[in-house]
C-alpha cells in the first residue's frame, strides 16, 4: 500500500526556514503532479503549493516565500520555505490526485514558527 512520508518540519524562528521533504514508501508512485497543503489548528486544510510538469502554483499567503520543486531520480518533492510567519504554523501535508481519491492524507509534518 502506498503511502507518502512528509518531513522536515521543526521549531523555527520568525523568518526563519525550513525544507519539507514528500516521499512515496510502499510502493512505486509518480509525483508528477502534487499539491503542498497545510492545516492550522481550528482552520480547514489549505492548498499552499502545487507542482505539475511545467508548472508551480502558490496560494497568494505563500507567494515569493516558498518553492515547490522535484527530483525525479529520487522520486521526491521538496517545499522550500523562506521568511516564515507565525501564520504558517500548521501541519503539512502532500498529496496526489488519486490519492485523495480515496480519501488518504499522510501523518503530515508539524511546522512552528515561533520566537
Known amino acids: 500500500q502506498v503511502q507518502l512520508v512528509e518531513s522536515g518540519g521543526g521549531l523555527v524562528q520568525p523568518g526563519g526556514s525550513l525544507r519539507l521533504s514528500c516521499a512515496p514508501s510502499?510502493?512505486?508512485?509518480?509525483?508528477?503532479?502534487m499539491g503542498w497543503y497545510r492545516q492550522a489548528p481550528g482552520k480547514e486544510r489549505e492548498l499552499v503549493a502545487s507542482?505539475?510538469?511545467?508548472?508551480?502554483k502558490y496560494a497568494d499567503s505563500v507567494k515569493g516565500r516558498f518553492t515547490v520543486s522535484g527530483d525525479n531520480a529520487k522520486n521526491t518533492v521538496y517545499l522550500q520555505m523562506n521568511s516564515l510567519k507565525p501564520e504558517d504554523t500548521a501541519v503539512y501535508y502532500c498529496?496526489?490526485?488519486?490519492?485523495?481519491?480515496?480519501?488518504?492524507w499522510g501523518q503530515g509534518t508539524q511546522v512552528t514558527v515561533s520566537s
Open positions: 507542482i505539475t510538469p511545467g508548472d508551480k
Open positions: 510502499g510502493s512505486i508512485l509518480s509525483l508528477n503532479a
Open positions: 498529496n496526489v490526485p488519486s490519492l485523495m481519491a480515496i480519501g488518504y
